[in-house]
């Protein structure tokens, strides 16, 4: 249920429905630090994946994480960088 909840919070807060503060609250921020913001995220997410995806790296997760769980590690490893969103 908290999950329903916080989707159907986020679907009012992006389409500004009845909420205090939604998406179009808030004065606009600089485009440019903005957008050098975003294309380092990306970058860093493109970095991320490009070097997990490798065999070299792979070979090594997998001395230390079962096999069967190698692609789960994928998230937690994934998530700090979404957090810098």
């Not at 090594?60 to 937690?76: C, G, W």
Request: a positive charge; aromatic letters at 6%; proline letters at 7%.
């Amino acid at each position: 249920m908290p999950g329903g909840a916080a989707l159907d919070y986020r679907v009012a807060f992006l389409c500004s429905l009845c909420v205090p503060e939604s998406i179009d609250s808030g004065e606009p921020g600089n485009a440019v630090v903005a957008l050098c913001i975003e294309v380092g995220l990306i970058a860093q997410f493109g970095l991320q994946h490009s070097v997990m995806a490798r065999s070299g790296f792979r070979a090594r997760l997998t001395r230390r994480v079962p096999e069967a769980a190698e692609r789960s590690t994928f998230m937690p490893v994934t998530r700090p960088l979404r957090r810098g969103r």
